[in-house]
């Protein structure tokens, strides 16, 4: 465990079937924590385990089991909190070796019990959305706690974001607290239906949005203001939210769905998920992975740009390729002649070929294994994708 934050520069291969996701660990159990280090998966269950090779490996980050559930994780250089349903946040401060349990606030009259539920680090600070106190707030310098709960509308607080200088708190009924990052009042506001919480919150710039139960996925494009959003293939309970790469993901009870236009439109991307609740998602490089019900899940971040672009109408853009599938060699035919950049990737997201072409030219193929690839054209005026068949 003493190597767990060196940074690793190895390429590790899971056998994935296009199209599907594969489970990687924590068969038949409930992961409701992810988190990334470096290039390395923290998962929390009744304890924690991270893998530096997608998956094909786990190691016991805390060697010991809890009686509840980790349900928060969070990390900040070689800091790392964890939260769990017992009422306790463990934290190390040198990369998983050692760890402590950290001491909680007083108890008031109106608190017995802290029930974190999400943890967000910012500005040397630790932030705690909690279902029994609202947000606190745990100073790395002084070791000391704040609780500031004044013009929140509920103290069932359930996930933190921030964005542009704000904290945004989601609780219970749909209630949002929005205050500067400086401390002050919270300005309490509503989103979505009565009776639903804010489950999970990520920002983009003055973009927000919120995964929320009962209302769907909702979008603020003004930091917080105003909102809009709804329910996604007839689900109205989303638990997740997640923006990555200008995608947006969103876990729900029906598996996982992805838009590439800030929540105008979704597809589909729970092809091989099993029937469980998507409870976090992550990424690192080009490998997603899911937190559910049943376990961690992985599945190459290419496939959205296959799904994206395999129906792209390649005449109207002046570019062709043939043949599809293919099997030792391929052409490119450009309509005038410019000339372009050919890409073809393996699911893993790495490169496998890269060259420069001209009009009706042929390349080989034969030194790539049969499978499925992403191949990219780039010309000066566009780029255009499709996924690769090679077969032999």
């Known amino acids: 465990m003493k190597d767990f934050f060196l940074t690793i520069t190895l390429l590790f291969?899971?056998?994935?079937?296009?199209?599907?996701?594969?489970?990687?660990?924590?068969n038949g159990l409930e992961v409701r924590a992810l988190e990334v280090k470096n290039d390395s998966l923290i998962a929390g269950e009744k304890t924690l385990k991270y893998t530096v090779d997608n998956g094909n490996s786990w190691r016991p980050l805390i060697e010991k089991d809890f009686i509840s559930d980790f349900l928060a994780i969070e990390v900040y250089k070689n800091y790392i909190w964890a939260a769990s349903g017992d009422d306790k946040i463990q934290f190390s401060e040198n990369g998983g070796s050692t760890w402590i349990e950290l001491s909680l606030?007083?108890?008031t009259a109106d608190y017995d019990f802290l029930c974190a539920s999400s943890l967000m680090f910012l500005n040397n600070?630790?932030?705690i959305a909690a279902t029994c106190n609202g947000v606190l707030k745990w100073n790395l310098a002084n070791r000391k706690w704040l609780v500031n709960n004044d013009g929140l509308s509920?103290?069932?607080?359930?996930?933190?974001?921030h964005s542009k200088g704000k904290i945004l708190a989601g609780g219970a009924f749909g209630a949002l607290g929005i205050r500067d990052t400086s401390e002050g009042r919270w300005t309490s506001t509503h989103v979505g239906k009565n009776g639903g919480y804010i489950l999970d919150m990520d920002a983009a710039g003055d973009t927000i949005f919120a995964a929320a139960h009962f209302s769907g996925m909702m979008v603020s494009k003004d930091g917080g203001t105003t909102w809009s959003?709804?329910?996604?293939?007839?689900t109205p309970w989303f638990?997740?939210?997640?923006?990555?790469?200008?995608?947006?993901?969103?876990?729900?009870?029906?598996?996982?769905?992805?838009?590439?236009?800030?929540?105008?439109?979704?597809?589909?991307?729970?092809?091989?998920?099993s029937d469980s609740t998507v409870y976090e998602i992550?990424?690192?490089?080009?490998?997603?992975?899911?937190?559910?019900?049943?376990?961690?899940?992985?599945?190459?971040?290419?496939e959205i740009e296959v799904l994206l672009y395999s129906e792209i109408d390649f005449?109207?853009?002046s570019i062709s390729f043939y043949p599809n599938p293919a099997s030792t060699n391929l052409s490119v035919s450009l309509t005038d002649d410019r000339k372009a950049w050919l890409d073809i990737s393996d699911l893993n997201g790495r490169r496998v070929i890269q060259t420069k072409v001209s009009n009706q030219e042929t390349i080989s193929i034969e030194a790539i294994p049969p499978g499925i690839y992403l191949l990219k054209i780039r010309t000066e005026a566009n780029t255009v994708y499709s996924k690769l068949e090679i077969r032999r």
């Open 125 to 127: 600070n630790l932030y």
């Open 105 to 107: 606030p007083p108890k």
């Open 154 to 161: 509920t103290k069932n607080m359930r996930s933190l974001t």
């Open 282 to 302: 992550k990424a690192i490089r080009d490998t997603l992975f899911v937190g559910t019900a049943d376990g961690v899940w992985a599945r190459p971040f290419q």
């Open 315 to 317: 005449a109207a853009q």
């Open 229 to 234: 959003g709804n329910e996604i293939n007839s």
């Open 239 to 273: 638990s997740s939210v997640f923006f990555y790469k200008n995608i947006l993901f969103a876990g729900s009870r029906e598996g996982i769905f992805f838009s590439n236009n800030l929540g105008e439109n979704w597809t589909p991307f729970t092809t091989g998920l």
């Open 13 to 26: 291969t899971l056998n994935y079937s296009f199209g599907q996701w594969k489970k990687i660990g924590f």
